[in-house]
């Protein structure tokens, strides 16, 4: 007998190439085309970063400038037992004041903060208190002294504040030239800490300049205010000054390494 034997592939089968073999070929040799571009992007920063440090500089530059500007705000009040008869007062009063300050050349006038309440206290009638606000803005220190003691003595007005302050022109030209100062110690800053890291130059990233202001007190000594014509009592301003600060911060990318990394 004649020993059982396994039927041969079609010819057609046995001449078909097999496609297993380049297809995996191909998605391996992707892969880890993917792989190298990937570990090269990750390192490009980290090498960019080791050659040119990013340093993080501020510096300011202050000055006290005399303050300019005078902000006086007086008030007109009255007590009674009837509401109408205390804002009848207190608006013939403030109506006098707006006519004397509008006199006065140089100074601005507004009037601000009515108000009118009820005042209770105990062993006294209730009664009604109304106030109103005058407040006057000027330049004139002169002026502003002379305007208020009148208003004190002829209306009688009473000082509920003073501020002095620095006028918008003053100030922007203090901003201007301590911007060019803490510019300059800005620089120096940058420069120096270049060279301190190890390298030749640096060039300017990110910068910022910031301007701010703070009142200082008074000067203690001033030329006591003259008593106005009226013969009222002088009131004594004492100007004082503004301390104003600029503040230039923002970023020193170092260029030239002197020494290679070790």
């Known amino acids: 007998m004649n020993p059982a034997r ?14 297993r073999g380049p297809l995996v070929a191909a998605l391996l040799g992707a892969a880890l085309a993917g792989c190298v571009g990937a570990v090269n992007a990750q390192t490009a920063p980290a090498e960019s970063t080791l050659r040119e440090p990013v340093v993080t500089v501020s510096a300011s530059a202050t000055a006290d400038i005399a303050n300019d500007r005078l902000r006086a705000s007086l008030r007109a009040e009255a007590d009674h037992a009837s509401a109408a008869a ?20 140089g100074i601005a006038v507004q009037t601000s903060g009515y108000s009118s309440y009820q005042v209770s206290e105990r062993d006294r009638p209730s009664r009604w208190r109304v106030a109103q606000t005058l407040v006057l803005d000027g330049r004139d220190f002169a002026a502003m002294t002379d305007l208020v003691s009148a208003l004190q003595a002829e209306v009688g007005l009473v000082v509920a504040g003073i501020q002095f302050s620095v006028s918008d022109e003053a100030q922007r030209q203090a901003e201007d030239a301590l911007t060019q100062q803490a510019i300059k110690h800005w620089q120096d800053r940058a420069a120096r800490a270049a060279q301190g890291l190890g390298f030749a130059g640096w060039r300017p990233g990110r910068v910022s300049v910031q301007t701010g202001e703070q009142a200082r007190p008074p ?3 001033m030329r ?3 008593a106005p014509a009226s013969g009222g009592a002088p009131v004594a301003f004492e100007a004082g000054a503004t301390e104003v600060t600029v503040t230039v911060s923002g970023e020193a990318v170092a260029e030239g390494r ?3 990394l070790r």
Do not use: C, D, I
Request: proline fraction near 21%.
């Open 86 to 105: 205390a804002a009848s007062e207190v608006n013939a009063r403030m109506g006098r004041a707006l006519a004397r300050a509008k006199r006065a050349p």
């Open 224 to 226: 006591a205010a003259a």
């Open 6 to 19: 396994t039927p041969a592939p079609p010819p057609a089968l046995q001449s078909l190439p097999s496609p």
């Open 258 to 260: 002197l020494a290679p």
């Open 219 to 221: 000067y203690p000594v």
